[in-house]
């Protein structure tokens, strides 16, 4: 039987795994779009994956900001905008 520090370390390594490959799923489905807009052709590999880890990360805290405001309504009554 597992300990509850060796469960806890499983479920963090999980995470990881899962934002991981999140974030891999989400690279190959931009970089395609991101490659295609004129202002970035000609442009080094590394600069448009570096754009498209920027679209991912504005996107991950929009939608977490999001899902903070909506679960302070829900709990609340209020909203925070």
């Known amino acids: 039987m597992m300990s509850a520090s060796e469960m806890l370390v499983q479920i963090q390594m999980m995470n990881k795994c899962k934002l ?5 799923i989400a690279q ?7 490659e295609k807009v004129p202002l970035f052709r000609g442009c080094s590999s590394e600069f448009i ?5 920027l ?3 504005l996107k991950i805290t929009f939608f977490l ?3 903070k ?3 302070f309504a829900f709990i609340t009554g209020y909203k925070t905008s």
């Open 28 to 34: 190959t489905l931009y970089l395609p779009y991101i």
């Open 49 to 53: 994956n570096q754009i498209v880890s």
């Open 69 to 71: 405001e909506h679960t």
């Open 55 to 57: 679209l991912i990360f």
């Open 20 to 24: 991981m490959l999140l974030l891999q």
């Open 65 to 67: 900001q999001v899902t």
